[in-house]
């Protein structure tokens, strides 16, 4: 049973910087695609970015442009998430997913499609 299970996530101030971790286990990490997802109180959960594979792909959502990272390790079983310019408004808990698909270079920003899910790890940003 694939298991997801993050880490990185704190308190910071406006413009500062965090690393989430998500670390994979129960499969073959390579099999999967993998994405952060954010959702704060009141609202829907969406997505953050995605990254293939292959690592080759990778897609951000426009409010998180320039500033965060997605980056995936296969030797550790590891995907990250480097968030950099923290706003308030990047309050949430963030989750990360795994979607088991055979193509490597597919990404998806649709929740449905993600097979697994973490339980989520909280971003504060503070003003």
């Known amino acids: 049973q694939v298991q997801l299970l993050e880490s990185g996530g704190g308190l910071v101030q406006t413009g500062g910087s965090l690393r989430l971790s998500c670390e994979f286990s129960?499969?073959?990490?390579?099999?999967?695609?993998m994405g952060w997802f954010r959702q704060a109180p009141g609202k829907e959960r969406e997505s953050v970015a995605e990254?293939?594979?292959?690592?080759?792909?990778?897609d951000y959502a426009d409010f998180v442009k320039g500033r965060f990272t997605i980056s995936r390790d296969d030797a550790k079983n590891m995907v990250y998430l480097e968030m950099n310019s923290l706003k308030p408004e990047d309050t949430a808990v963030y989750y990360c997913?795994?979607?088991?698909?055979?193509?490597?270079?597919?990404?998806?920003?649709?929740?449905?499609?993600?097979?697994?899910w973490g339980q989520g790890t909280q971003v504060t940003v503070s003003s």
């Open positions: 997913a795994a979607d088991r698909n055979p193509k490597p270079f597919h990404i998806t920003t649709t929740l449905d499609a993600y097979d697994y």
């Open positions: 129960g499969g073959a990490f390579s099999g999967y695609s």
């Open positions: 990254i293939s594979r292959s690592g080759s792909i990778t």
